[in-house]
Each structure stands twice: as C-alpha cells, then as structure tokens.
Nanobody, 120 residues
Framework: QVHLVESGGGLVQPGGSLTLSCAAS????????MAWYRQAPGKQRELVAG???????NYADSVKGRFTISRDNAKNTVYLLMNNLKPEDTAVYYC??????????????WGQGTQVTVSS
C-alpha cells in the first residue's frame, strides 16, 4: 500500500505560478513511475505530465513549455511546476504512483486530488 499526500493547490491569477508536491509513503519500491493527471468539470481525466523511474518525462501538448515535472527520489516526492497558468488549467490535479511489477501487471495508487483554480 502506498499513500500519496498532495499539496500546493490553490487560487492563482492568470499568468501566475504554482508548484504542486506529492509525497509518497508506505511500501515504496526503488523503481516506480509518477505522473500528474487533472480533471476539469465536464471533461475526462487527462494526463498532464509523467516521469519514469529512469528520469524520462512527457507532457500533454497543452502544458508543454509551461509545466515541468521533477522528482526527488530521496524524498519519494514528485513536483509539478506550473508557470503561465491559464483559466483552462483549472481542474482537480491528481498524483499517481505506478510500480510495474511485470510487463503485464502494475500497481497504481492515487492521491486525493488538489484543486487548482486559475481566475482573476
């Protein structure tokens, strides 16, 4: 069992910045992938950014160049640095932990979600 604690959400004006943090605890293995998802009202949950155990990253086109995902393995923490925020970034943001036990089985754990609201 992995417990994820998210922090950093809140209200910010367009063009502003926020940094989200997700700290993992529990039965954490040395190799795991982390990702940030978000879900806006009336929309499906979408992948925002992901990082593999090897350090590779990927981003949704809508946030590329504005958001940066990073990880501190010593702290079992992943961050999402969000710059130049737009109203369309408003959503509940979720942290996801994934351990790939094999090619056919993974263990996923999700944070509780943190609200990010971009509005003037």
């Amino acid at each position: 069992q992995v417990h994820l604690v998210e922090s950093g959400g809140g209200l910010v004006q367009p063009g502003g910045s926020l940094t989200l943090s997700c700290a993992a605890s529990g039965n954490i293995f040395s190799s795991y992938d982390m990702a940030w998802y978000r879900q806006a009202p009336g929309k499906q949950r979408e992948l925002v950014a992901g990082t593999t155990s090897g350090g590779s990253t990927n981003y949704a086109d809508s946030v590329k160049g504005r958001f940066t995902i990073s990880r501190d393995n010593a702290k079992n923490t992943v961050y999402l640095l969000m710059n130049n925020l737009k109203p369309e970034d408003t959503a509940v943001y979720y942290c996801r932990y994934r351990r790939q036990a094999s090619a056919w089985r993974s263990y996923d754990y999700w944070g509780q979600g943190t609200q990010v609201t971009v509005s003037s």
